[in-house]
């Protein structure tokens, strides 16, 4: 009896499929990249605050309201680059929210940044 458990267990354990979660796809700098100058006016700065806060051109806007602002922005210029800056006493979902958000608004000029 115990022979036919464990040739169980080591079917169900060789069988078994495990879910592979995929994270954020980033293209990290390397070493060797170099700095680009931008415009000012081509960057939109999004900040990631301490208590679930988020602000946008000195303005305090929700989480909702991210894909439309960057949406808006972007049909204004197709070359924005909006930098979300987080604070590091600032949620770690906050700022995959606020991510998530510039994503669906299908920005691909995204940079990351972190202030005290």
Do not use: W
């Not at 592979?20 to 170099?34: D, K, W, Y």
Request: aromatic share 4%; glycine share 6%.
């Amino acid at each position: 009896m115990s022979d036919l458990a464990f040739l169980l267990l080591i079917f169900f354990v060789v069988t078994t499929t495990f879910a592979i979660e995929e994270g954020i796809p980033l293209a990290l700098p390397g070493r060797s990249s170099s700095s680009t100058r931008v415009d000012a006016s081509d960057v939109l700065e999004i900040h990631a605050l301490a208590g679930g806060r988020v602000e946008a051109q000195g303005q305090s806007i929700g989480v909702t309201n991210v894909r439309r602002l960057v949406e808006q922005a972007l049909a204004a210029n197709p070359d924005l680059i909006v930098l979300l800056t987080a604070q590091r006493s600032a949620e770690y979902g906050l700022m995959v929210d606020v991510l998530d958000e510039i994503k669906l608004a299908n920005c691909r000029r995204i940079s990351l940044k972190t202030v005290e």
